[in-house]
């Protein structure tokens, strides 16, 4: 029994301390990417075009960029996106950085791959509300897109609903974080990051269980959960996951998002309901905004019993997980 005792303690110890294991943290070498559609110069280009030409909806007035802004942390900033129409969806726009390495797209996973995901926007009436049966047709008019589909996609057929969104998937997968504060300490750079935030990551993967979700190089487990953020039986409220096949473990789940960047890509949460960090990370640290009577509550999600001062902490390291905004020039003529 001292036995049992001791060796506990010391693994409680360790894991608190195992500030030197800093490998799970470091990008890995290469963007994961696709047997059938690796990244080129040319496939990246058109991509981007695609990506910020806003003929891509119905009303020529939305791109993926509006919902997605490279200068809003890409995403744009409100709690629920505005709409061709002004319509709006009932979620928040997450961030499409380090979407690459993701293996579930959307809050609720229903896309695997991004090429999958691509053309769910364009097609939905709370997004870009394009069918696309009109809109081969309208870029196939576009001499422009015809021959850099053409080069990116030789032998394809054209401009198809596949290559389309196999360019856009692949301007994406450009769109990785830059190397922030934590990024240098994790490398051994001890000096990258405050001492407060020091102290942030220790509780971060220690006493407030943090990393229990938010793991590996992109904070993500890549997992979904319940954590707490409405009440009861969820009546009127989004179910999830629960919503593409009714097993119970799926009530009310939706996948942990990652934390790079996270300063700049705000509100919080699938419904955009919280403002600010110090908010997200009391919700996430004190077993959830509503603590009783949640159906499928995350076993994770529980009262970790934080200081204010120990909060601020875990802001202070989220803080160090944004880098430097990546290099881009956005496209201000596109092809006719
Ligand atoms: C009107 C706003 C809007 C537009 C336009 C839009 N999106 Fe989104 N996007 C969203 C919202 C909201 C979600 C979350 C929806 C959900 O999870 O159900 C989302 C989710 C995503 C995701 C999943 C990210 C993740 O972490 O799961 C990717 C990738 C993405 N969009 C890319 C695109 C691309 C590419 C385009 C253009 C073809 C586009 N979006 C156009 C609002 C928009
Ligand atoms: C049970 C797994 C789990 C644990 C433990 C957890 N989180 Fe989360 N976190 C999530 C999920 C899932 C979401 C998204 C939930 C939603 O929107 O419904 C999220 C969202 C967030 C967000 C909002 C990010 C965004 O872009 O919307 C922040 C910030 C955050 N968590 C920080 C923390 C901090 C700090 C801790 C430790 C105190 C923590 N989390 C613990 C799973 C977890």
Redesign the pocket.
């Known amino acids: 029994m001292i036995v049992k005792i001791g060796l506990s303690a010391l693994l409680v110890s360790s894991a608190l301390f195992a500030t030197s294991d800093m490998s799970k943290w470091i990008r890995p070498q290469k963007v994961p990417q696709p047997k059938d559609n690796k990244l080129t110069k040319d496939r990246v280009k058109l991509g981007k075009l695609l990506y910020f030409d806003k003929r891509l909806s119905s009303s020529d007035a939305i791109s993926c960029a509006t919902c997605h802004n490279p200068k809003r942390g890409w995403t744009d900033l409100v709690p629920v996106s505005k709409a061709v129409g002004a319509g709006r969806g009932p979620r928040?726009s997450?961030?499409i950085l380090n979407t690459a390495y993701q293996n579930r797209q959307f809050?609720d996973g229903r896309a695997r791959t991004l090429e999958q995901q691509a053309l769910g926007p364009i097609k939905t009436n709370v997004e870009m509300n394009m069918p696309l049966k009109v809109l081969i047709p309208k870029l196939k008019k576009i001499h422009g897109y015809v021959e850099l589909f053409k080069k990116a996609y030789p032998k394809e057929g054209g401009i198809t609903t596949k290559t389309l969104a196999k360019a856009i998937a692949s301007f994406e997968r450009t769109v990785v974080s830059t190397t922030s504060p934590f990024d240098k300490y994790a490398k051994g750079d001890k000096n990258a990051i405050s001492k407060k935030a020091e102290d942030g990551y220790k509780l971060?993967i220690g006493k407030?269980?943090?990393s229990?979700?938010?793991d590996k190089f992109n904070f993500t487990?890549g997992s979904?959960?319940?954590?707490g953020?409405n009440d009861g039986d969820l009546k009127g409220k989004e179910l999830?996951r629960y919503n593409l096949k009714h097993r119970a473990a799926w009530y009310g789940?939706?996948?942990?998002?990652?934390?790079r960047d996270?300063t700049k890509?705000?509100p919080?949460?699938?419904?955009g309901s919280?403002k600010t960090?110090t908010e997200?990370?009391t919700i996430?640290?004190s077993g959830g905004r509503y603590k009783n009577g949640v159906k499928n509550l995350?076993t994770?999600?529980v009262d970790?019993h934080?200081t204010q001062t120990e909060i601020s902490q875990?802001v202070a390291f989220?803080k160090t997980l944004t880098g430097p905004d990546m290099k881009l020039k956005i496209p201000t003529k596109f092809p006719q």
Not at 224 to 227: A, C, D, Q
Not at 268 to 271: A, L, M, S
């Open positions: 928040n997450p961030t809050w971060f407030a269980h943090c229990d979700c938010h487990d979904f959960h319940n954590i953020l999830g789940v939706f996948k942990t998002p990652t934390l996270v890509s705000g919080y949460f699938h419904d919280v960090l997200a990370a996430c640290a995350s994770y999600i970790r934080l875990l989220m």
